[in-house]
């Protein structure tokens, strides 16, 4: 039986978070919420592996991008996702160009697209294989 899936989500956004919490109930997973960059940091370096990683664009103190940039850097397992109201920035084709972020969610979303891109990353995720 596979271990179960753990997801990181940072967003400064309580809302938002209670949001995908209730989109992902069903789904066999872990999903662990913080609402800062730095604090997703301290959360990868001091808890057990996550296989993905949620991230707005807009946090506070560092962008999602670049977030997700450190994230690919210190933790090449991770899949990372960037959740976006902004569908059509060259600097997210060039994120998704470069294999930085594994996709792109444009914000607003639907449960079953949140959840078949999960599904999706896990499948790829080399820490969940």
Not at 78 to 88: M, N, R, Y
Request: charged share 25%.
């Amino acid at each position: 039986m596979p271990e179960t899936a753990r997801i990181l989500c940072v967003n400064d956004e309580i809302n938002i978070l209670n949001v995908i919490r209730r989109q992902l109930y069903d789904m066999n997973l872990k999903l662990y919420t913080v609402c800062s960059a730095e604090e997703g940091l301290r959360f990868l370096q001091n808890e057990p592996p996550v296989q993905v990683v949620i991230s707005d664009y807009r946090l506070p103190g560092m962008n999602g991008i670049d977030f997700l940039r450190h994230i690919a850097d210190e933790w090449p397992t991770v899949t990372g996702i960037l959740l976006t109201g902004f569908a059509d920035s060259d600097i997210i084709r060039e994120v998704l160009h470069r294999k930085e972020v594994y996709a792109v969610l444009t914000k607003p979303w639907k449960a079953l697209e949140l959840q078949k891109l999960i599904g999706e990353a896990l499948s790829i995720s080399p820490a969940h294989i």
